[in-house]
């Protein structure tokens, strides 16, 4: 056989091999029951901003805006990027659970120079929406209202308290009607027990995602980044028009995301409100 | 006898000027002297020899021929990048104007296509520019094909899509003696195992960096290529082989010997970079040795390249608080040291 023969036969064979797995791979997905269908409002994606590189991309892919609760007293902002930091429920104990061993830590001694065995997994991560953490944050942002009305009352001349009280109104109405309701309250390696514990497929998403976990010589405490591996979801043609280009402002809308047998997510329907 | 490739053919046409000029020499000299009819064969001969590469392999016959063939080169590979990333920001630029299933056979469309026009231009190129344009844009829109699909119905991205990536870049590599393509093929699979290595260990395969040793079975693997795979078809292959395997021992070597936290040895970083700088001056004399030693002019050269690199970033650690113009005569001093110990190196081989 001649190398243009060649090139042509296996060539034409390795494209055409590589696309139908491709593809079966996606039917197979989006076959049989779907693991889990939520309806997310415009809330819970990241509207892009239209700059320079958008403008030259005629498909439109929305990142899913998901937070976690750092700790008692925050819940991190939404980005593009889909990472999550530290999130509070995520400790030490659950990272072992999770499989990250420490090397060098022995018995009691405290969190110190760190040289993790393992420092990134693939994880399972559950986005529960509108959910008992989504309301603690919005009573944590009632509560800083209360506490600055309070203290404004008590100094009723005071205009740094003034436009502090009026900060903390500006964020309970972003809570309550503008931020992602969207928060990781968990993560696992096995589907099957997480769906056992999160069973309402309405309510709770389960995804792919990777954890990083690492230290900085010299201090305590480990940093804990959660970074979804699928996180921009491509609105279908289908779907396009229903939705104005970027730079134009974000609409009011509400699209349904399943999410099928591999767990890779696609959005299903799109309703303008 | 026909030469195998098109490098063998240009050295042909390099002797047989070479030969024509020592002969002129010889004959001012009064050395020599062939009789017209001598010549006369001499001159058929060679006009027929380089008349048959010249139309086989499109080689240069004299020095601008030559000088304009290296231009051609270079612009025939920004060209080709051009095209790639052309192609790539077209795509983009329409791909949401089309319903998924006419993305989908435009795109495999659109790679089937392109390798039938590199095979079409491979017969009509014999000097391999043009070719190699073309397979570098065909392997752009097969890597887009499979990049865009995964964009388009949402699909995880795994590390198993380098593959017939690679496989593509190996073909066209070999089937259209491109070394541009071997290259590429090359850093898929650097790409691969690394990536494979790493995950095994802890680490996310896109984040392969993160764990420079990972490398080090990469590396061995392209070592082994040249030795268990004869390329005497194939000018330049076995070269590119080794020097590949040659960076992905070095490089991820020059990293560790400054971030020693980054080894998967459990040991304190400190010692694991001093360890590293000593073994990345080892390999680099060892790959200068067996590179001097074996005719392997890549070995040499990277060999030398990654001593000095980390022989100057040494002299960093230990001078780089000494005064600016005192700093730079200690490293003046060590580069020389090290072109008089070349030399005496090149003296030896001349001498064998």
Known sequence: MTPRKLLLIAGAAMILTTNAVLLAGVAYNRSGTPESRMVLSEREFVWPRGDDSESENSGLSLPLAWRVSMDETQASTPKEDGLGINPAWLNEQRLAELGFKRGGATGDRPLGVDHLLMSERGVLLVLELAGSTWQQALQRAEQRVARQASLREANPDSEELAAEEKKARREWAREAHEKSRLFAVDAGADLASLRTRYPDKSRYLILPAILHVYGVAGRQGLTRQIQLRANQLHVPHALRGLLPSPPAAKPSFTATVTVGRKLEPWIEAVTRR | ?352
């Open chain 2, 1 to 352: 006898m026909h030469p195998p490739h098109r490098n063998a053919a240009q050295q042909r046409a390099d002797d047989i000027q070479v030969f024509l000029t020592e002969l002129a020499r010889l004959e001012a000299q009064g050395i020599v002297r062939l009789s017209d009819a001598q010549r006369q064969a001499v001159t058929t001969h060679h006009d027929g020899v380089l008349a048959g590469l010249t139309a086989d392999f499109d080689i240069d016959c004299s020095t601008s021929a030559r000088q304009l063939s290296l231009g051609m080169r270079v612009v025939s590979f920004l060209a080709a990048l051009a095209l790639g990333a052309f192609v790539f920001f077209l795509y983009y630029q329409f791909w949401g104007l089309f319903g998924e299933t006419s993305q989908v056979v435009i795109l495999a469309g659109v790679a089937l296509g392109s390798l039938g026009l590199v095979a079409w231009i491979q017969g009509v190129d014999p000097s391999g520019y043009f070719t190699k344009l073309a397979a570098l844009v065909a392997f752009t829109c097969f890597v887009l094909n499979v990049i865009l699909l995964g964009e388009i119905f949402n699909v995880t991205p795994t590390n198993h899509a380098i593959l017939p990536w690679a496989a593509l870049a190996f073909l066209l590599a070999y089937t259209c003696d491109l070394r541009l393509m071997l290259a590429v093929g090359i850093c898929c699979v650097i790409a691969y195992v690394s990536a494979r290595v790493g995950e095994h260990s802890g680490v996310y395969w896109l984040s392969l960096g993160k764990r420079p040793e990972s490398y080090f079975p990469v590396a061995a693997l392209l070592f082994t290529v040249p030795r268990i795979i004869p390329h005497q078809r194939f000018a330049g292959f076995d070269a590119l082989y080794r020097v590949f395997g040659l960076l992905c021992v070095l490089l991820p070597m020059l990293v560790l010997g400054h971030w020693g936290s980054s080894s998967y040895l459990l040991l304190p970083p400190s010692r694991i970079e001093g360890l590293y700088q000593l073994g990345g001056f080892a390999v680099s004399a060892l790959a200068i040795w067996l590179g001097a030693r074996r005719g392997w002019a890549g070995m040499v050269n990277t060999g030398i390249v990654f001593f000095i690199i980390f022989l100057f970033t040494k002299f960093f650690d230990w001078w780089g608080d000494l005064p600016k113009w005192l700093f730079f005569l200690a490293m003046a001093l060590s580069a020389i040291a090290v072109l008089v110990f070349l030399k005496g190196l090149r003296a030896r081989s001349l001498r064998a």
